[in-house]
């Protein structure tokens, strides 16, 4: 059974920057992607950015320019930094990992709270 382990988060001033990290318990093959999800209270979760084994990444127009999702390979850890937070940015951030077989994995989630 694989687990994925997020930490990093935390309460942080608009303006201020954070970055997750998201580690799966053990390697995983054929991975097609891995991506960082979002859920504010009384909404639904979102997607926040998503990076193909390929290295495409994708991110929702709200973090544009802001957030970056990126891999290391190596120490199987999927990570997302954030900076200009604003307060509209605060939520549980969850991360996902889908494999080629169809196979979808989550983390426990990472609260973020950005607010003075």
């Known amino acids: 059974q694989v687990q994925l382990v997020e930490s990093g988060g935390g309460l942080v001033q608009p303006g201020g920057s954070l970055r997750l990290s998201c580690a799966a318990s053990?390697?995983?093959?054929?991975?097609?992607?891995m991506a960082w999800y979002r859920q504010a209270p009384g909404k639904q979760r979102e997607l926040v950015a998503s990076?193909?084994?390929?290295?495409?990444?994708n991110y929702a127009d709200s973090v544009k320019g802001r957030f970056t999702i990126s891999v290391d390979d190596a120490k199987n850890t999927v990570y997302l930094q954030m900076n200009s937070l604003k307060p509209e940015d605060t939520a549980v951030y969850y991360c996902?990992?889908?494999?080629?077989?169809?196979?979808?994995?989550w983390g426990q989630g990472a609260q973020v709270t950005v607010s003075t």
């Open positions: 990076i193909t084994t390929g290295a495409s990444t």
């Open positions: 996902r990992l889908t494999t080629l077989w169809g196979f979808v994995y």
């Open positions: 053990r390697i995983i093959l054929n991975i097609n992607t």
